[in-house]
């Protein structure tokens, strides 16, 4: 008996059988793809970060190339922000109190200005006459 060869699967097959693992979710975007929890956004990333191929990732994942170049530049953009900040200390206490204390007096002011204005009648101070 002769085996019965075929050729490659032509265009339209491949196509189909491309992202084979059947159907969407329920709740799924209108791309058929699921979301990434941050957790799996973080691992692609470190995978990328330890030297693993862009495209290769990405078709592993079925996210754009493009959408795993975002992740890696946010992941980064975090971890270099968290670099600058530095520890609260007791200075920031007491700043925070005298925030506090210049918000208060300032609104204090602002009071009293403006119940200056009424007792005046919004016109200004009579004018005294000189002693002479």
Known sequence: MKAKTTRG??????AHHAGDAGPA???SDWR????MSAKRKQSAVLRLLRGEDLELVSR???VTAAELSGWREAFLAAGE?????RPADARDHEIGRL????GEL??????????I?????DRPLARRRSRR
């Open 106 to 115: 300032t609104m204090t002011t602002e009071l009293l200005e403006a119940k």
């Open 9 to 14: 699967a032509g265009p339209a097959e491949r």
């Open 25 to 27: 979710p329920a709740g």
């Open 117 to 121: 204005g009424r007792m005046e009648g």
């Open 60 to 62: 592993e994942l079925g």
């Open 81 to 85: 922000a968290s670099l600058k900040s």
């Open 32 to 35: 058929g793809r699921r979301r």
């Open 99 to 102: 925030k506090e204390k210049v």
